[in-house]
């Protein structure tokens, strides 16, 4: 009659070799049950088995399954092929060998290491000690070399995730690279589409649900893509919501950028994720096709950071949302509709009024902002449209080695300042030793030099930057221009034209606007270059003698 009514333990974890035959869960068993054949006291009455679990923790479903097993009485023995499989971390295994088992009364048997707690001269505790921490060495060392083997895959521009999100899947020939999956692309693609138009989060998730479109986590239920808990659903049945829409519009990922390393697990011990600062992603740009070009998603970024109140209706965004701001005190204004005898009156005015501190608080009717903007928008697609055509009939490469030789002067200028710097630097703790100078005077001189040193620095680097844009032009100067060319033919102004070309537009009077255009730096640095070739025309000249105007006004 058998003593002993045992479990056969069985783990293999991921990080394991595969491949080797003797780690295998067919290779375990058949050496437990050899085992137990040969000693008629055992009977093995069951088998957990923990395929694809760590031996670091001790929360595996099959060993929880032992547990309740053993506290319940039908075991009192346990079978491993190795100590290892136990566990690897060196505390906690040490803990049920010498607490939870034998208080229990569980004999413990490891095979391939000779031990067993019934017999106490098979393996002493200072022998069982120096296993147990191998094992815990062992799967250090593992864990380094992992996130090692991670860390060179992501900056090397490889997918090393489980489950890509929305929009994308594994390359079938290449698992450590993302190919769009054209079904959601097209999803993605009008949620950014709609939002541009001016729809608002809560009416694109609502108009995705009204269609039947799935959201992310049904689309890849549906066939069959893995994904993680929750995904971008958070709701119970799976709808598109507001929240689901704005991940999507705040994921880079859709521009061609690979973001990896957002998160980790403090040490191979802890389960807890915590979040990094985004400082310390790891970011591979063009690591993939984009599904939204960099443009567009900057532009919906721009939107975000707006103050984007919405009609009563949810529906849509107001079209100067975000934009107005009072000429006098700087604050946003107010969009108010009046209603008398049936008729609309809307009007935008300020807030703060005279009462609050706004010396000149502007009230203005909707149907003349309108009317002006369309009009200086037109305008100054004109004076793009005109400076394009004029850089595209003069030599641009004159023009950029002109711009190179001024870099490149200024650069000398600075790396000379630069080494007087250092050079003086280098003589003054000479001087302190010799005592030609004193403490405070060697202190108060070297931080002088210091700051000149690291000015000069930040302006060399400034202008190589500048430089190498300047070098690497290809006529990337005017991809801007093609932003307006697009509404050159606007005949009425909608959200997308005004958030799309318009940075901000000031309010001084009834008849005076300050509207700053998107890209307005490069309109006026093109200019500028032009004027100093002499290449300028009478209008765009007129144009740049208003800016700088307007720019000495503001200063």
Request: proline share 3%; charged share 30%; aromatic share 8%.
């Amino acid at each position: 009659m058998p003593q002993y009514q045992a479990t056969a333990y069985l783990r293999l974890s991921y990080t394991d070799d595969r491949s080797v035959e003797s780690d295998s869960i067919a290779n375990q068993k058949k050496l437990i049950e050899d085992f137990a054949a040969a000693h008629p006291d055992i009977e093995v009455i069951s088998e957990r088995v923990d395929d694809g679990y760590s031996g670091v923790l001790f929360d595996r479903p099959a060993f929880q399954e032992m547990m309740n097993d053993i506290i319940s009485g039908n075991v009192n023995c346990v079978i491993v092929k190795d100590l290892s499989r136990l566990g690897r971390e060196y505390i906690e295994t040490g803990r049920y060998l010498r607490q939870v088992f034998p208080a229990y009364g569980v004999r413990f048997i490891a095979v391939n290491d000779g031990i067993d707690t019934a017999n106490e001269q098979s393996g002493d505790d200072l022998q069982i000690s120096l296993k147990n921490l191998l094992n815990d060495t062992y799967c250090r060392d593992i864990s380094v070399k992992t996130r090692s083997a991670l860390l060179t895959k992501r900056q090397n521009g490889d997918y090393v995730g489980a489950c890509p999100i929305y929009g994308y899947r594994k390359d079938p020939e290449n698992k450590n690279h993302l190919i769009i999956d054209e079904d959601a692309a097209r999803v993605v693609r009008d949620i950014y589409r709609r939002r541009i138009d001016g729809a608002s989060a809560k009416h694109i998730a609502e108009e995705l649900n009204r269609l039947g479109v799935l959201s992310p986590m049904a689309y890849k239920d549906s066939r069959g893509i893995p994904h993680p808990t929750g995904g971008y659903a958070d709701v119970p049945d799976a709808k598109w919501s507001a929240q689901a829409v704005i991940r999507i519009l705040r994921e880079e990922t859709y521009t061609g950028v690979l973001l990896q390393g957002r998160q980790e697990t403090r040490n191979h011990k802890l389960k807890d994720i915590v979040r990094k600062p985004k400082e310390d992603w790891v970011r591979v740009e063009n690591a993939h096709d984009p599904i939204i070009p960099r443009q567009k998603f900057e532009l919906v970024q721009r939107i975000a950071s707006l103050d984007t109140r919405t009609a009563p209706d949810g529906e849509t965004v107001y079209l100067f949302s975000g934009l107005l701001v009072c000429g006098c005190c700087g604050g946003r204004m107010t969009r108010k509709v009046n209603r008398v005898k049936g008729k609309e009156y809307i009007y935008y005015f300020c807030p703060t009024g005279k009462k609050k501190g706004c010396p000149h608080p502007v009230m203005l009717k909707e149907a003349d902002l309108v009317n002006c903007v369309l009009a200086s928008l037109r305008a100054h697609i004109q004076y793009v449209a005109s400076l394009d055509r004029l850089l595209d009939s003069i030599d641009e490469d004159l023009l950029d080695r002109e711009d190179i030789a001024r870099l490149k002067a200024q650069i000398r200028d600075n790396e000379v300042r630069l080494e007087e710097a250092r050079r003086f630097k280098a003589t003054l703790y000479e001087n302190y030793i010799s005592e030609l100078i004193s403490r405070k005077d060697y202190q108060d001189f070297k931080s002088r030099y210091t700051e000149r040193e690291e000015q000069a620095q930040a302006a060399i680097d400034r202008l190589r930057g500048e430089m190498e844009l300047v070098t690497n032009n290809a006529s990337a100067h005017l991809r801007w221009t093609r932003h307006f060319k697009e509404f050159s033919n606007m005949t009425a102004l909608d959200r997308r034209a005004v958030i799309a070309t318009i940075q901000s537009i000031r309010v001084r009077g009834k008849n005076d606007l300050e509207i700053t255009f998107r890209y307005q730096i490069e309109f006026v640095k093109v200019l500028k270059r032009l004027e100093g070739s002499g290449k300028l025309t009478p209008d765009l000249r007129e144009v740049l003698a208003a800016l700088m105007r307007a720019e000495k006004e503001a200063a």
